[in-house]
């Protein structure tokens, strides 16, 4: 082979690769990049004087962020900053929930299961492919008024009537929410704990901790990687969730903030205010998926090396 | 004295027993066993419930009437098969799952081997870029898909067409997570070994690199499927009018309107479809596993991936 070819062949390798990963980069530049744009554009659009709605302002020196002064001002006089803690609770209270139940069943397949372990990881994965919604159905069916849940509880004496558990009850939302979301905790809290090793756990009990303490100084910080990551995984949707409320409450009293968007941008003329709300928001979780992305990028880095 | 001992040992026997056997140290950890247990049944209880009432001879959705198949495909007006609104719901369902899993996965399958083997200028910023469909509300990504097909791309109709590309959209990224670990694992020995040897550079990839990823390539599109036919956020957003809902919008706006147990039948169907393909997934990468003589199963590859 003579050096020109050579040097052509070497030329071609290294354009092969982008090559392939150019109509994905493409493809979400266009439909991912851009559209984030578009949520930009049309939250500091001006309205429309005759429809109402905002035409959006693609030339950032024509932007009016009066929409934003809209949605702050209500957020500060009272309108809009209950459903904000309320959402922040919910995500709050739901996320912590999540971690108690996830934790030990984390751990229990990371480090006991056995020969149990393909089982039970296989019935750990299994709620990710079910229907979110029909996950929420299940507990329409079960918390109805003439449903399981009540007649169980009537049955033990524990109610004397059948509770209202579908009607704006908080409990019912942020059980909906631990319910839907835990599956999504446990994964990364079993990968976490899976990878640490059984030796130094060993090495602390050898030096005289008991298995409380080798738990809490060792097994524990170890694992808070995971801890943090799968936080990180639940609460982003969290944030975003809107029908959960809707399927399990369907009140106002326990609206979210994606609900408010879900409506702005479903009525005539409420695509300026939605937008701006998902600006508000993608911004309120952007410090959570700032930090997701740097712990996979280091978590990448350390695989390599 | 030691008679005396085993009588006091005899008189605190059952709780002492108990209480060593749930405390004993070297023995099995029980209160975790108990709780994961719980944890389990707790989890998949009642979508069992709700499947069940799927086959529920009556009208009611919460008191059992006997089994039937009534509200699959017997029932002449209310049943998942004559009803055209979940028929309709049905079919939009299957057909974008299908559309969105031949669009994806080749996109995803270029894209994957592109980031796993570049890594000049440009290689870290197209990382993130895929990752971050992963992690952003997908609410964001609704809004943001709806309000760019009405005042930007202006030619992609908000009904099956945009639904199609919002769903290859986040599930690009799914499918170059699923590829990943398989392209590590083989490394780039192979094709370069081929190149070495005066293979072109299409023919390395054709010939020698796509053979060994053909099981992660089945995974990955019957992993496109199972997100594609589950999501409900980004179909709603896009999905212009009634036409065009899928299974999960029917159930968000069905749940609440006193349906019939055809709702259970259709979320069922949705539940057996989505099953179905995750576990032919996995069988596949359970497979290609033993011909290589690995241990360890597909099971936790599957749980390690953090989809």
Known sequence: VSAPDERRAVGERRWLWPSLAAPGVIWLVLLFLVPLYAVLAVAMGAPDPIFGDALPAWNPLAWDPSEFGTIFGEIFTGQLDIVFLRTLVYVAVATFLSLLIGYPVAYYVARHAGRYRVLLLMLIIAPFWINYLMRMLAWVNLLSTDGYVNQVLMFAGILDAPREWLVGKHETVILGLVYGYVPFLILPLFAALDRIDQRVIEAARDLGASSAQAFWRVTLPLSSQGILAGCVIVMLPMFGDYYTATLLSGSPKTNMVGKLIEQSINTGGGSGRGAALTVVLMSFVAILMTYYLYSVARASREART | ?307
């Open chain 2, 1 to 307: 004295l030691s008679a005396a001992g085993t009588e006091l040992g005899e008189k605190r026997r059952p709780t002492a027993r108990l209480k060593a056997w749930w405390s004993n140290p070297w023995g099995k950890p029980r209160f975790l066993i108990l709780f994961t247990w719980a944890y389990i049944l707790w989890s998949l209880v009642p979508v069992a419930i709700a499947v069940q009432f799927g086959f529920n001879a009556g009208r009611s959705r919460s008191t059992w009437q006997g089994f039937s198949l009534r509200w699959y495909f017997q029932d002449p007006n209310l049943s998942v098969l004559h009803d055209p609104s979940l028929r309709a719901a049905l079919v939009q369902s299957l057909q974008l799952a299908a559309l969105t899993m031949l669009v994806a996965t080749p996109l995803g399958v270029a894209l994957a081997i592109g980031l796993a083997r570049w890594s000049g200028w440009g290689s870290r910023s197209a990382n993130f870029l895929m990752l971050f469909p992963l992690i952003t509300p997908e609410i964001v990504m609704g809004v943001a898909l709806f309000l760019v097909f009405v005042h930007l791309f202006g030619f992609v109709q908000l009904g099956t067409m945009a639904q199609v590309l919002g769903h290859v959209t986040f599930t690009v990224s799914y499918v170059v997570i699923v590829m990943r670990g398989r392209l590590f694992s083989v490394g780039r020995e192979y094709e370069e070994a081929a190149m070495d040897l005066g293979a072109s550079r299409w023919q390395a990839i054709r010939t020698v690199l796509l053979p060994m990823l053909y099981p992660a390539i089945w995974a990955s599109l019957m992993v496109a499927f199972a997100i594609s036919i589950d999501d409900f956020v980004i179909s709603a957003f896009l999905m212009g009018d009634q036409s065009s809902a899928t299974i999960p919008v029917k159930l968000y706006s069905a749940a609440r309107l006193a349906p019939s147990p055809a709702i259970n039948a259709l979320a069922s169907i949705l539940l057996f479809a989505s099953m179905f393909a995750i576990a032919f997934a996995i069988l596949v990468m359970g497979r290609s596993r033993k011909k290589e003589g690995k241990g360890g199963s597909a099971v936790e590859d599957f749980a390690r991936l953090d989809l």
